[in-house]
């Protein structure tokens, strides 16, 4: 780490005329970094390139926090760009250079041994690329009842409305309820979708991993911000592509980063080199790291397809979710960032994006299962369920308003 690496290679890294520029604030900051918590650090660092530039000295102390979060690929990322920068200063230095590639080749060799160890375990679900599964043309209708949610959502939420925002407010809670990211009570979920975000108050539960409501409600303001960047995508699903995918897994992700270790917002696991095995009741294997931006582009590329073409838009959301989530792109926000893209074709035909409320999991899980082994029915209804328990809620929400109004 670099709190322990020798004085000479900070010496090498430091610029006099940027670090004579910085407020009398940051320096005091940087003199005091290693008494802060990680994620402080990555926000100070974070800004001071962003207002700095890309200089050596605050790229390398970025990757220390990043190595101290557990992702040392990225880490020696970052340690290269700093070696570049150096080197465009005019500065080189073989010290830093063997010091550099000791650490990118020493972040290799985790790396590959991670994934060797990952390729001994007993998976239940051996991993698939996407040309292997089939798509559901056994499902040409979309569920029972669909025409009901379709003519309900047109009529009490049309786009900008108060109902369609209420939607969306639910939906970024229950999105991170579904992933444990923090669970909040009841009242308090009621109030957040009633008041919205920025009013309304956060209660969460006993066993919520998350226990700060200023934090909670940037993941919440996050959370709507990804989904507002689908807007696009639903008139033109042809600019589904791997950038764009990334771009909304960084919006996503952006106060998400530092919960449990690091996450790299909008980089995908061939740039982090992370190996994913899912745990849980079986193991679960998922795309090799080397593999995953290609297998990425053609998820986009198929995807792109069958939204235009297939009439059942609760079909085409349950194939591109299940290749998506095994594909398991990123280090972390995979479940969320899936249901956001199988939203775009059920929004392209008019329906609301995917909303499941905690007491769908089971059902959504075994869902994704029967997915996997060629039934795409029981999680295309698993999404229909999800709509009807959201606007069910949301009716009821509306009423409840309406007759506190007219009290």
């Known amino acids: 780490m670099l709190f322990s690496t020798s004085i000479r290679i900070l010496q090498i890294l430091q610029d006099p005329d940027v670090t004579a520029n910085i407020t009398d604030e940051e320096r005091s900051q940087i003199h ?124 009490f939420a049309p786009s900008g409305s108060q109902m369609f925002t209420a939607y969306l407010k639910k939906l970024a809670i229950e999105t991170n309820h579904i992933e444990s990211t923090f669970l909040l009570t009841e009242g308090s979920t009621r109030d957040l979708v009633r008041r919205g975000i920025s009013e309304g108050a956060v209660s969460y539960l006993d066993d919520s991993a998350l226990k700060d409501p200023a934090k909670i409600k940037s993941i919440l303001n996050d959370t709507l911000a990804a989904y507002d ?11 589904l592509d791997v950038p764009t995918i990334c771009q909304i897994h960084a919006r996503l992700m952006k106060n998400c ?90 929004m392209r035909s008019g329906y609301p994006p995917i909303c499941l409320s905690l007491n769908r999991r089971s059902q959504y899980y075994q869902g994704i299962q029967k997915a996997y082994d060629g039934d795409y029915s029981a999680l295309a209804q698993c999404f229909f369920d999800g709509m009807c328990d959201t606007l069910d809620t949301l009716k009821l929400l509306d009423e409840s308003m309406s007759n506190e109004m007219g009290a």
């Open 32 to 155: 005091l970094v290693a008494k802060l918590p990680l994620d402080q650090r990555l926000y100070l660092f974070e800004g001071l390139i962003e207002r700095y530039g890309p200089q050596p000295y605050f790229l390398a102390q970025l990757a220390d926090v990043v190595s101290s979060a557990g992702s040392s690929s990225v880490a020696s990322t970052l340690w290269q760009k700093a070696q570049a920068e150096l080197r465009l200063k005019g500065k080189i230095s073989p010290e830093f250079d063997q010091y550099v590639e000791d650490l990118v080749n020493d972040a290799k060799k985790e790396a590959d041994e991670i994934w060797m160890r990952s390729l001994k375990l007993t998976c239940a679900q051996e991993w698939k690329p996407t040309r292997k599964f089939s798509f559901p043309v056994q499902l040409p209708k979309a569920p029972e009842g669909h025409d009901v949610i379709l003519s309900e959502w047109k009529f």
């Open 257 to 346: 980063r530092m919960l449990e270790g690091y996450v790299a917002a909008g980089e995908t696991r061939s740039a982090t080199r992370k190996t994913v095995v899912i745990q849980g009741a079986y193991k679960i294997q998922c795309c090799p790291f080397v593999e995953v931006d290609e297998e990425l582009e053609y998820i986009c590329k198929m995807s792109k397809q069958w939204i235009k073409s297939w009439a059942n838009p609760f079909a085409t959301a349950a194939w591109i979710h299940l290749i998506l989530v095994r594909c398991h792109p990123f280090d972390d926000g995979n479940g969320r960032l899936t249901r956001i893209v199988a939203s775009i074709p059920l």
């Open 229 to 239: 960047l689908l807007e696009p995508l639903v008139d033109r699903p042809e600019g």
